[in-house]
């Protein structure tokens, strides 16, 4: 061994004593205090003397909360060490939605909590992951042939669309930008972003999600590549058969309703575009528009709700798809048992509405028949609504 390789050793052994002379605690006071001045332990039972503050702070009523530990329970605990107890899985649960409905940083929650930024980071990771595969099938279930209908009927009753199996649209949820991903996050907003491709019915609740690409894809795009849409062109939805929608009327698909971003297709419908339009096709844009906005308005309940997505996610790009999926479960696990209430929606909806009209097909002249019996629906005395010359 000659000089400089002894001189490098010893550099480096001075180094690693350095590094442990530095290292003063293995659990810094603070956090040593958990068990009594920990927020969990200290404010978890007064809260479930309070219904209101309860669902405030965690955003779901107490029996949905004890319902969910139930369920997740096992999948989420931990054993205890010869050097340290577990965090229980309630705690887990807990540290995990307040993360979603507040969008503290884990460094944040660390002080409040009393538990470790890594270690919030871990459990909320695990927690997210264990909501979206033990709970997607009981809360975003598969669409049978009579949930459709039903689907079907909330459209007609609420939006007066007929033949409606859903509003369908994408939602840029903004992230830090990945190391190494050059302009794939980077969308046309400006800013950094994966997709959240949604499909929703008339009671503001996801009935299908697709999520994890990248912000500078177009939302047809993202669309035609999912699942749910070669399952639709598989004709293995389970969508009911095509029917009329007027009285002697010809018989026409069932379809989801889109804005310009997507294409004309077989089960898509989409607004006329250009200026100056002639009356009927107003009409149609207007009526089009009041279903879709479904899809809007649960884009914001669900952002409002859970706030961590009023801010970048600063997780890396796999930790930040399973904080969306997990939330999209959540987000209809409440509205199943708890609604929502007017706070969720009132700070206005997110502008995640696509104005590009690049990669779309027209269609051809079949689905743009489709489309205008659609538009003679709703001029005819059968069909229209008495306020909707006012609204175009």
Known sequence: MDFEEEALLLLLLIRRRRRR????????????????????????????????????????????????????????????TIMRKSIPPEERLAVTLRY?????????????????????????????????????????????????????????????????????????????????SGSAYYNYKNYFSIILMAVCD??????????????RHADSTIFEESTFYKRLLEKKLNIPAPSSISRNGPVLPNVFVGDEAFSLQENLLRPYGGKNLPEQKRVFNYRLSRARRFIECTFGIFANKWRIFHRPLNVDVEFA????????VLHNYVKQR??????????????????????????????????????NYFVSEEGKLDWQWNMI
């Open 21 to 80: 002379k530095n290292r003063k605690l293995w659990v810094h006071t603070i956090l040593e205090t958990r068990n009594y001045n920990g927020e969990f332990n200290h404010l978890f039972l007064e809260l479930r003397r309070d219904e209101e503050k309860f669902f405030n702070y965690f955003r779901m009523s107490i029996t949905s909360f004890d319902e969910l530990c139930n369920i997740l329970k096992e999948k989420i605990k931990r054993e205890d």
């Open 100 to 180: 979603l409905a507040t969008g503290q940083t884990f460094m944040d929650l660390q002080y409040s909590f009393r538990i470790a930024a890594t270690t919030i980071g871990g459990i909320v990771k695990d927690v997210c992951k264990n909501i979206w595969m033990y709970m997607k099938d009981m809360c975003i279930a598969p669409l049978t042939e009579d949930r459709w209908k039903e689907i079907i009927n909330g459209f007609m009753k609420t939006a007066q669309f007929p033949n409606c199996l859903g509003a369908v649209d994408g939602k840029h949820i903004r992230i830090i930008k990945p190391v190494q």
């Open 202 to 215: 008339s009671n503001y609740m996801y009935t299908f999600v697709d999520v994890g690409s990248y912000g």
């Open 321 to 328: 798809v399973d904080i969306i999926k997990a939330a999209c």
């Open 338 to 375: 708890d609604g929502h209430k007017f706070e969720d929606t009132f700070e206005g909806l997110p502008n995640s509405i696509i104005e590009t009209t690049q990669n779309i097909r027209r269609g051809g002249p079949m689905l743009t028949t489709v489309r205008e019996e659609f538009a």
